[in-house]
Structure formats: structure tokens, C-alpha cells
């Protein structure tokens, strides 16, 4: 395998964006070398520039649970684009989505379309201070809300990759408003609640962490946040950018029985897409404008393409549920040979996984936190993460990045990736 010319295009592009890439896990600063340029992609693989074929467990982080080019989205595409990209004026579009939205959904009454997680968390949390007229909010070590101020406070994914502790630019009266709580910890919740008694508007959470590495919430965890924040007219916001319509049809709402007061979704909502939404309960979502008076709005949201992408891929997913299994059976054969292969080398390790969803840390610890999933080996994950791109097994460049299984994937690409990671750890250990 060779990458001429993606390290021809990542130095040119190091000299126009900064850092060469639009977003900042895709640099492989973590792990290192260079990122491969992706010249198209479909079904389960990726091929890039230099003629190089990948299996992909990335799926453009999350929104591809069908595969690259995903036949009814590509064509729907294809059909609404002769008839304008955008309107900036409503569709039926964009009713048609919400209402799909709230088919699969359960116990949510509204939504409004976003362009991304980011802005979907952003106003989940302004109507949150809206509704409550209070300014603080509780998040966990190592979820990641989008990289709005609020949310760069001990935050996964990117942040805790690149290793950054406080995030230049982030004003601290900002942060001040920002507590953090270890993840699947009660106990701290607690604490936080008494400290700032009266002075909470939202508790944030990832239903399923996916931005330090897969960590699934402990028992009760969920439901102990739920009714704290019943108890204390707290607004209970769980992000599902990542969960949603991939945990389950009606994502983590669905598959946990959560009564969540607002919901945030991203990823497979905009079927490969820029797309976000917010929904939750009609009482707090109507405060925002017009009907209310907290303001959010958007030159591009509910972009007729986006909409068309995400309906489509929605309704596919909705009409043909066996897709859920099939997925959680292709994980689980994943997960069978991975556990094979490090056992038989005695390699310590852990896969937490639900759903399609999983990550491996290697060490002989249960992760159900931030610091536990830190305490990996990293060494060993670079070490595993670069022999598997030079056998074309393209993973998540990074330990706190969840891997994601694509229905497209079949039983050959499972055993290729697994016979891939024996090679990988033999490998690595006769080194
Ligand atoms: C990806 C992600 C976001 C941010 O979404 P963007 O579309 O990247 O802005 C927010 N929350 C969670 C849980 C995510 O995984």
C-alpha cells in the first residue's frame, strides 16, 4: 500500500486549511502518518486517491448504517436536485421528515431541523435556559455535545484525542456554567445538584457514550438522571446524534424507555447529509420562535437535498426493522473474532458494544468512564490502528472514537477484518 498521492494532496491542503483537514480527528494526528484522501466510497468500502481499497467501520462517523451510496438515498438525491438545492420557504419536505421523525421516535411531540449536532445541542440547551430562566448545565467527562462553548468542558471525541485540557476562546464565564460529572457517577450528580441547588437548567448526556470510545451507561444510570431531574424541573436533554435510529428505530428513547424532555439528533438523521434537529416535549419546544421567543434559524435548514436524503433513509430504516438485527449479528460476529484473536495472544482488552456500535481498549479494566477509558493503552491502539489500514481495515483514528457497523458490510468483510487483526497483532508482536 502506498499514499504518493494522499501525501501530495496533505501537504497542500496543510498550506490552505489549517491543520489540512475541515474537521480535526480526520488528521490522524493522534496515531499518526497520513490520512488517506477518500476519492469515493460504496457499500462498505472506501477507495482512496492512490487506488487503495478500505473496509470501513468510520461510515462517515455514524450517518452511514446502510453503506456508502446507499441506492434509494443516491437516487432521491438525484430526482429533487433538478428542482432547486434550496428555497430558504417551507416544503412538504420538511413535514414529511418531522413526521417520520416522530413515527419512529417515541414520547417526543415536536422537532426542528438544524444543519448539524453542534446546532442541534446549542439550541437544545438555550431552550433549556429558556423554559427554566436558569444557566447552568451538567455534562459528563468525555461526552461530546458539538463544539459549541458550553460544550468544550472536559469534552470526547476530538478534544480528548488532541489531548486539549481547556480550549483557548472558550470565555471562562462561560465555562463557569458548565459543571462535569464522571460519567455512569450518581453520586456526583448528586453533589452537583446539592452545590447548585436552584441554579441547574439542564442535564446533557450521551445516552450511550460514542466520544470516548464506546462506554455503555451502568443500570439506573439513565433512569437516576431521568428522575432527578423530574424531581427538580430540570430539563433532561439526551443527545442522540450518534444513538439515534441507530440504538433501535427510535434510538436510545426507545431502546432504554427514556421520557427524555428534549432529544437531539445528527448523523443518520440527514442520511450523509448536513443535518441536525432538535424535538422534545410541545411545553418546551414551542418557546422557540416564532411561536416563541427563543430565537434560532437557519439560511439552509431543512434544505430540501437533506431532507429528501434523511426521509429516505429513515423510512428505509423504519419499513425494514430486521436491519436492527442483522446489524447487532454482524457486530457480534465482529466482536467473537476480535475476543478470539487477542485471547489466544493474551492481549488485554475490552469491547464494550451495543447495537451497532462498539470500541476496543486494550486493557484488562470494564471502562464505564472517562479516566477508565483514558487508562487504555494508546501506544497499543496505534500500533493496532496502523496495521489495519495497511490491510485495509479502516477504523476510527483515535480510542475515543467509536467504531460503526454498516448493514452493508457482509460476512466476508467481518472475517477479512478479523483474519486482518491476527495478522496485525502477530505483527505487532514479533516486533
Ligand atoms: C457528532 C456528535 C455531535 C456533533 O455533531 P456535528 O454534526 O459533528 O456537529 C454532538 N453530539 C454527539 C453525541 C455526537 O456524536
Redesign the pocket.
Known amino acids: 500500500m502506498h499514499l504518493h498521492k494522499s501525501k501530495q494532496l496533505f501537504a497542500r491542503a496543510q498550506q490552505l486549511i489549517p491543520g489540512g483537514v475541515n474537521?480535526p480527528v480526520r488528521a490522524f494526528k493522534h496515531v499518526g502518518g497520513i490520512p488517506p484522501f477518500i476519492a469515493s466510497a460504496k457499500g462498505a468500502y472506501l477507495y482512496d486517491v492512490d487506488g487503495n481499497t478500505y473496509i470501513d467501520y468510520v461510515n462517515s462517523?455514524?450517518p452511514m448504517i446502510m453503506g456508502h451510496a446507499y441506492e434509494p438515498v443516491v437516487r432521491a438525491i438525484q430526482e429533487q436536485v433538478q428542482h432547486s438545492t434550496s428555497y430558504g420557504a417551507p416544503t412538504e419536505l420538511e413535514v414529511l421528515l418531522a413526521e417520520q421523525i416522530l413515527r419512529m421516535v417515541p414520547r417526543i411531540d415536536q422537532v426542528r431541523m438544524v444543519n448539524?449536532?453542534?446546532?442541534?445541542?446549542m439550541t437544545a440547551i438555550r431552550l433549556a435556559r429558556g423554559f427554566t430562566d436558569k444557566n447552568k448545565i451538567i455534562k459528563f467527562e468525555g461526552?461530546?455535545?458539538?463544539?459549541a462553548d458550553s460544550f468544550l468542558v472536559q469534552a470526547g471525541?476530538g478534544v480528548a484525542t488532541l489531548e486539549i485540557q481547556e480550549v483557548p476562546g472558550v470565555p471562562s464565564s462561560v465555562a463557569a456554567d458548565t459543571l462535569v460529572a464522571p460519567y455512569n457517577n450518581l453520586q456526583a450528580v448528586d453533589t452537583l445538584l446539592e452545590t447548585y441547588a436552584g441554579e441547574i437548567a439542564a442535564i446533557i448526556v450521551?445516552p450511550v457514550a460514542?466520544?470516548m470510545g464506546c462506554v455503555l451507561p451502568l443500570p439506573g444510570f439513565l433512569e437516576g438522571l431521568q428522575q432527578r431531574c423530574q424531581e427538580q424541573g430540570i430539563v433532561f436533554i439526551v443527545?442522540?446524534?450518534?444513538t439515534g435510529f441507530r440504538l433501535a428505530p427510535g434510538g436510545a428513547q426507545e431502546r432504554f424507555q427514556l421520557d427524555a424532555d428534549l432529544i437531539?439528533f445528527?448523523?443518520i438523521i440527514g442520511g450523509g447529509l448536513?443535518v441536525?434537529a432538535v424535538g422534545g416535549k410541545r411545553e418546551i419546544m414551542s418557546l422557540l420562535a416564532p411561536s416563541g421567543k427563543v430565537y434560532q434559524a437557519g439560511t439552509l435548514s431543512g434544505n430540501p437535498l437533506a431532507m429528501i436524503a434523511g426521509y429516505t433513509l429513515l423510512r428505509e430504516l423504519d419499513l425494514n426493522r430486521h436491519i436492527y438485527e442483522a446489524l447487532e449479528q454482524k457486530t457480534q460476529q465482529l466482536i467473537d473474532g476480535l475476543n478470539t484473536v487477542f485471547g489466544k495472544k493474551a492481549i488485554v482488552h475490552q469491547i464494550p458494544h451495543i447495537g451497532s456500535m462498539l470500541s476496543v481498549f486494550f486493557t484488562e479494566y470494564p471502562v464505564h468512564d472517562f479516566v477508565a477509558a483514558s487508562a487504555a493503552s494508546n501506544e497499543l491502539f496505534k500500533q493496532f490502528f496502523h496495521a489495519m489500514l495497511e490491510k485495509g481495515i479502516y477504523l476510527p483514528p483515535s480510542p475515543f472514537e467509536s467504531w460503526f457497523v454498516s448493514y452493508a458490510l457482509s460476512d466476508e468483510d467481518i472475517a477479512k477484518t478479523i483474519k486482518a487483526a491476527e495478522e496485525s497483532i502477530e505483527q505487532i508482536l514479533s516486533r
Request: proline residues 4%; negative net charge.
Open positions: 474537521s462517523w455514524g448539524s449536532g453542534t446546532e442541534a445541542c461526552c461530546y455535545h458539538g463544539h471525541s450521551e460514542g466520544n443527545d442522540e446524534v450518534m437531539t445528527g448523523k448536513p441536525g
